[in-house]
């Protein structure tokens, strides 16, 4: 995703954002704080719509979703109590907990991450093996780099991410991580044509992008936090089946340069890819659940990488479906 210069507007909206009185006697709204790991985009359309349509508040909570960025530091900030909430992967979660760091995850954004490697529709690099030898633009901690090097007995460069596109679409051979249900848009909108691309799952990794939750806050408030996702849901399976309209206008309203083109090929790809119902999905019936099944492989495949210690992280450290309905 390419990172936008919105932190001004961010801290104006911020100031002047105040909770509605409530009438004498009836109980305030309870305060929940959600750090996204981006800024306002589809990606975050069951919250937005949650938000829009009122769910929350029917809920009785007062949710406030903060915008990320390329620094969003959604870990830290759930667990030093700056946000209740925040939106990440479940990969670095787990590496999170395993280093007893106090979250926990709690339900699924999308069942099957979209982070992938993007390359030119005529490079020549049709399969994982043909990366032996490349260069890619990476983030340094995505462990999908080290798992394909031992999966496919394969060797190649990394360079950091920038978050942009403009070196992909100068170099015909640029082979980048991106989120593919957003820097696509870009790319054909900058001028290049639309990338092709290596999908994690297909090689056998494939991880959630979670929600997780401050362990300690989730424990003192469960009955809100059921509340919180019980509307989040709802939210998502409005946005991906009903009229997006109202999640599309707050997250404008947040995020100026989502335009209405924008919004709707992500939200197009969202659906045609069945990120959040799950690509194996005949019905919405897993939206915003997560199995132990699919954390305990992630785990043994980190465990198998060395990037956790055998036997040093449990499921039940892992994630929780308590908050689930």
């Not at 394969?154 to 593919?180: H, R």
């Not at 699919?294 to 040093?312: V, Y």
Request: glycine share 8%; proline share 6%.
């Amino acid at each position: 995703m390419i990172a936008l210069g919105c932190a001004a507007a961010l801290a104006a909206a911020g100031c002047s954002r105040r909770a509605p009185e409530a009438p004498a006697g009836a109980a305030q709204p309870f305060r929940v704080t959600v750090q996204l790991d981006w800024v306002a985009e589809p990606e975050h359309g069951g919250l937005y719509q949650a938000l829009a349509k009122g769910y929350f508040r029917e809920a009785g909570l007062d949710v406030d979703l903060v915008q990320g960025g390329a620094n969003a530091f959604v870990m830290q900030k759930v667990v030093t109590d700056k946000a209740d909430i925040g939106q990440t992967d479940s990969t670095n979660t787990l590496i999170a907990i395993a280093q007893r760091l106090p979250v926990v995850m709690i339900g699924a954004v999308y069942q099957n991450d979209p982070t992938v490697l993007m390359l030119h529709a005529d490079n020549p690099v049709k399969r994982f093996e043909d990366l032996n030898g490349k260069t890619i633009m990476a983030r340094p901690e995505w462990a999908f780099i080290p798992y394909l090097k031992r999966k496919y007995h394969i060797e190649f460069n990394t360079i950091p991410q920038n978050f942009e596109v403009a070196n992909f679409i100068a170099n015909p051979n640029f082979i980048q991580q991106g989120y593919y249900t957003a820097e696509p848009y870009y790319i054909v909108k900058g001028g290049g044509k639309p990338p092709k691309f290596l999908f994690e799952w297909d090689a056998g990794f494939d991880a959630y992008a979670t929600l997780v939750a401050n362990r300690p806050w989730a424990n003192r408030n469960a009955g809100h936090l059921r509340a919180f996702m019980a509307a989040y849901i709802r939210g998502w399976k409005d946005y991906i089946e009903g009229d997006p309209s109202p999640g599309n206008a707050l997250m404008k309203s947040a995020n100026p340069n989502n335009t209405d083109e924008f919004m709707k090929f992500c939200r197009d790809l969202i659906i045609k890819e069945k990120l959040v119902v799950g690509r194996g999905a005949s019905d919405d019936s897993m939206v915003g659940r997560i199995t132990r099944e699919r954390i305990a492989l992630q785990i043994r495949q980190l465990e198998e990488l060395g990037i956790l210690q055998k036997g040093g992280l449990t499921v039940d450290q892992a994630m929780t479906t308590e908050f689930l309905p």
